[in-house]
């Protein structure tokens, strides 16, 4: 495997796999950049060597694989040619006679944007000559796209066979796994994981490994009542999933097997509906009325979490502890955030990843007082079940 410091750019064509799945407004502006900050290294390093650069990138979930106008990447690329102070071209596809012609007339520094690689069906069902088609467009293939590691897709990892000798991964990827290794293999003890978001379903092999590995985990967020609910707690609205309370009995259970000390809430702010000028009352978390939904923890349960937080010298959080986009709700998301900050400052090492955890610590501009801020939400998740990537594993391979 090639190692990307050591590669020379000069002249080459560069198939440069990015992240740049954005959040995007009403208007299609930009609302959170990082993701495509954090690549610009990687970009710079090659067009300063005079490589001819190709950029591909997914944005959004487009359905039906054909052009849609709000997943299109024309809309992140007036904020890209900002960022690095260029003109960055646009191809309207990324297959095709005409985006072939303008790769081919790329001039040494150049770089180019292709257009949404979801637009097109064979990309998701990883179709071997969709991704022969993409590799006929560069003599290089690097992967940057931490956040889409985990997806056996064309672009992420179907292509790499095409260039058998000349594919690697950089910045973005190498500094995760130096990171994740760091998190996982070296954390200083007491570790604590605090897990948040709204279904345990798609978390639950994540806590089952965690098990093996920290000393604390926390649950936060709309996952927390149907571990409630399995311990006969009363939950009013809020949010479960009755097929999954068995589940969340063994979890807790095995627990107490490994000797892991497994946080709930114990306090709830809850409204009559969900909105953010819903009626607003406060109830222990195991005696929400019917008639109410929890939609934060509260008070007891923030400075409970809080003292374990800043006790702890290695911290992982991935999922928001409450509907923090609502002002009236977001107090126990922001607490947390604040206790995960003083980790560093006390020189511990603190993780954060996940789309909604990365958003709430941006809000919040705490990013500076996070030991490392992760850009992969799935592919995060997926390295921390202990399961290979299909991106390392290809370019590995």
């Known amino acids: 495997m090639q190692l990307f410091s050591d590669y020379n750019f000069a002249n080459k064509r560069v198939l440069l796999r990015v992240d740049f799945n954005l959040p995007l407004n009403d208007k299609f502006e930009i609302t959170d950049d990082s993701r495509m900050r954090v690549a610009i290294p990687t970009i710079k390093k090659i067009l300063k060597e005079k490589g001819k650069l190709i950029l591909l990138s997914h944005l959004g979930r487009p ?86 590691a985990h997806r056996n897709h064309c672009s992420t990892s179907i292509v790499s066979e095409f260039f058998p000798k000349d594919k690697m991964f950089a910045y973005v990827i190498e500094n995760e796994l130096k990171n994740l ?25 994540v806590i089952s490994s965690l098990l093996e590995r ?3 985990i926390i649950v936060g967020g709309g996952m927390a009542f149907t571990f409630i609910k399995s311990i006969g707690g009363s939950i009013g609205n809020s949010i479960f999933e009755s097929d999954k309370i068995e589940i969340a009995s063994e979890i807790l259970q095995k627990a107490i097997e490994k000797k892991v000390k497994f946080y709930l809430p114990i306090d709830s702010v809850n409204a009559d509906r969900f909105s953010n000028s819903a009626n607003i009352t406060y109830s222990d978390i195991n005696k929400i009325k019917d008639n109410c939904m929890s939609l934060d923890i509260g008070l007891k349960s923030i400075n409970r979490f809080s003292k374990i937080i800043e006790k702890s010298k290695t911290v992982l959080w991935n999922g928001p502890m409450g509907v923090f986009e609502m002002n009236n709700f977001q107090n126990g998301t922001l607490q947390i955030a604040k206790s995960v900050a003083k980790v ?54």
């Not at 610590?361 to 992760?374: D, P, R, V």
């Not at 998740?381 to 390392?392: F, P, R, S």
């Open 63 to 148: 359905k039906r694989n054909i052009f849609e106008e709000r997943f299109s990447n024309k809309h992140i690329l007036e904020h890209l040619s900002k960022l690095l102070g260029i003109k960055v071209l646009f191809a309207n596809s990324c297959i095709g006679k005409n985006t072939s012609v303008k790769v081919k007339s790329l001039k040494a520094g150049e770089v180019i944007l292709l257009e949404n690689v979801r637009f097109h069906k064979g990309e998701k069902e990883g179709d071997k000559n969709f991704a022969k088609k993409l590799s006929k467009l560069a003599e290089v293939y690097v992967n940057d796209a931490f956040g889409t």
């Open 181 to 205: 290794e760091m998190l996982l293999e070296k954390g200083e003890r007491p570790f604590t994981a605090i897990i948040g978001g709204a279904k345990i379903s798609s978390k639950i092999e």
């Open 214 to 216: 920290v000393d604390n």
């Open 344 to 397: 560093k400052e006390r020189g511990g090492f603190s993780l954060i990843g996940g789309g909604d955890s990365v958003a709430a610590i941006n809000k919040y501009k705490l990013q500076n007082k996070i030991s490392y801020i992760s850009s992969g939400g799935g592919a995060l998740l997926e390295y921390v079940k202990g399961n290979e990537l299909a991106t390392i594993k290809a370019i590995r391979k």
